[in-house]
T-cell receptor
Framework: KAGVTQTPRYLIKTRGQQVTLSCSPI?????VSWYQQTPGQGLQFLFE???????NKGNFPGRFSGRQFSNSRSEMNVSTLELGDSALYLC????????????FGSGTRLTVV | QQQVKQSPQSLIVQKGGISIINCAYE??????FPWYQQFPGKGPALLIA?????SEKKEGRFTISFNKSAKQFSLHIMDSQPGDSATYFC??????????FGAGTRLFVKA
């Protein structure tokens, strides 16, 4: 059973640019959640998509957006990048019900210079 | 109300000892409490989880103790090994299907 795949693994961008990160969940999983991980702030929830609809949203500015496709693959977009956006972005897939926990990908390490 | 408070921030344990990490929550609507283990360069991995109708769950060397009245739960790692050195996160699932994470505990097991 293939795990959660995130691409790319590493990314370096310049302030003001935009970036798109991709996540392929485990087959059969309908929910994809995105988290930002930084040393000082831990795991901060960005948003969750379930069956192509945003079901939950964290407290991030509108520069952070996402979407989910009919095959459950998800993308996350960050526009007008700031230095503070440098972080590990993690995608987690689940069935989306209350039966179990997440399976995380290895993350995308974004560095903004 | 949506927070999960985790302690300690870091922990050093001798090989063979017991590692104990504690978490507390306020929202009684939380109904699923997983623990995740994260190694450097990897995403967190689900380790063990418990629901509030059970006071304890054991899987191998890992045990969750759950105190519903105190709104606290803890992870015990028995016979801790150097390979257990990692960051551990407690978490709680909200009624709205969102998982809230604790701040994490960095565990180092000395050989």
């Amino acid at each position: 059973k293939a795990g959660v795949t995130q691409t790319p693994r590493y990314l370096i961008k310049t302030r003001g640019q935009q970036v798109t990160l991709s996540c392929s969940p485990i087959s059969g999983h309908r929910s994809v959640s995105w988290y930002q991980q930084t040393p000082g702030q831990g795991l901060q929830f960005l948003f969750e998509y379930f069956s192509e609809t945003q079901r939950n949203k964290g407290n991030f500015p509108g520069r952070f957006s996402g979407r989910q496709f009919s095959n459950s693959r998800s993308e996350m977009n960050v526009s007008t990048l700031e230095l503070g956006d440098s972080a590990l972005y993690l995608c987690a897939s689940s069935l989306g019900d209350r039966s179990g926990g997440y399976t995380f990908g290895s993350g995308t390490r974004l560095t903004v210079v | 109300q949506q927070q999960v408070k985790q302690s300690p921030q870091s922990l050093i344990v001798q090989k063979g000892g017991i590692s104990i990490i504690n978490c507390a929550y306020e929202n009684t609507a939380f109904d699923y409490f997983p623990w995740y283990q994260q190694f450097p360069g990897k995403g967190p991995a689900l380790l063990i989880a418990i629901r509030p109708d059970v006071s304890e769950k054991k899987e191998g060397r890992f045990t969750i103790s759950f105190n519903k009245s105190a709104k606290q739960f803890s992870l015990h790692i028995m016979d801790s090994q150097p390979g257990d050195s990692a960051t551990y996160f407690c978490a709680a699932l909200t009624g709205g299907f969102k998982t809230i994470f604790g701040a994490g505990t960095r565990l180092f097991v000395k050989a």
